[in-house]
């Protein structure tokens, strides 16, 4: 028997808005279904050519950082449950792995990034956009604390990269690419009706494309 289509679900916002919260609420309700995530960090370009304090010079919230042309291909490969090898990525060397995992298709994918909405090719690929928006002060309180505990980062690296490149990238780039949402969610994972009304949206699909 044929498969249905897969749906795919955007998930994008600003670092430390909560993209990662909501990705896993999301999970949680078709975790016994059948659903997979992909994130846009994974993506990043292979740095491997580079030394490492010339890898802290990249800007890494700018749209040319990521290898989106790879992402739509993963994207296409599992939209035709094929599967794929995603990269694995690492924040305290700056760089993708070696080692790779491998993905097996699913019935619904989330894509999760800040800049997601920002690339026409990626957009076009997904049934649900959604753009998860909260405060900068909470964002870059919620960063401080996430970068130095799990990402190897001092307090003086995060506030100046936040000021020299987070917070130009995200006026440049990322608020703008909000206007391609069909959703705009505050505050992340907690919004709890939020989630809701996603949740069955995303069932809508699936039994629309199960009569397809
Ligand atoms: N509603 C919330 N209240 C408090 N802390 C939160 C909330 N949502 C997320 N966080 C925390 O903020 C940090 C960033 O959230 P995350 O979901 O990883 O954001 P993003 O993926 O957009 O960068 C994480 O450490 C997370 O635990
Ligand atoms: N080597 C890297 C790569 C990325 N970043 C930052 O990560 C942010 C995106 O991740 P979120 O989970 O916060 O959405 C992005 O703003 C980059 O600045 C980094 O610091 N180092």
Redesign the pocket.
């Given at each position: 028997m044929e498969k249905n289509k897969p749906v795919v679900i955007g998930v994008a916002?600003?670092?430390?808005?909560g993209?990662?919260s909501v990705t896993r609420a999301i999970y949680e309700r078709f975790k016994e279904t059948s659903i997979l995530v992909i994130?846009q960090?994974a993506y990043?370009k292979d740095q491997s050519h580079l030394p490492f304090e010339e890898?802290l010079k990249?800007n890494?919230?700018h749209p040319l950082?990521f290898d989106n042309d790879l992402l739509v291909e993963h994207l296409q490969q599992l939209l035709e449950y094929k599967s794929i090898e995603k990269p694995i990525?690492d924040?305290k060397v700056?760089?993708r792995s070696t080692e790779t995992i491998h993905v097996e298709p699913k019935e619904v994918i989330i894509v999760e990034?800040?800049l997601i909405l920002e690339d026409a090719n990626l957009v076009d690929l997904m049934d649900i956009k959604v753009f998860v928006d909260t405060d900068a002060d909470l964002r870059i309180i919620r960063?401080l604390l996430?970068?130095i505990k799990d990402?190897g980062?001092t307090l003086d690296s995060v506030i100046d990269?936040y000021i020299q490149?987070?917070r130009p990238?995200h006026m440049q780039f990322i608020e703008p690419s909000k206007r391609y949402a069909d959703l705009i969610i505050p505050e992340g994972g907690e919004n709890h009706v939020a989630v809701d009304i996603m949740a069955s949206k995303i069932e809508n699909i699936l039994v629309k494309n199960s009569n397809l």
């Open positions: 916002g600003g670092s430390g808005s993209k990662t994130e960090d990043y890898r990249t890494y919230d950082a990525y924040y700056h760089n990034g800040i960063r996430r970068d990402r980062r990269q490149v987070v990238a």
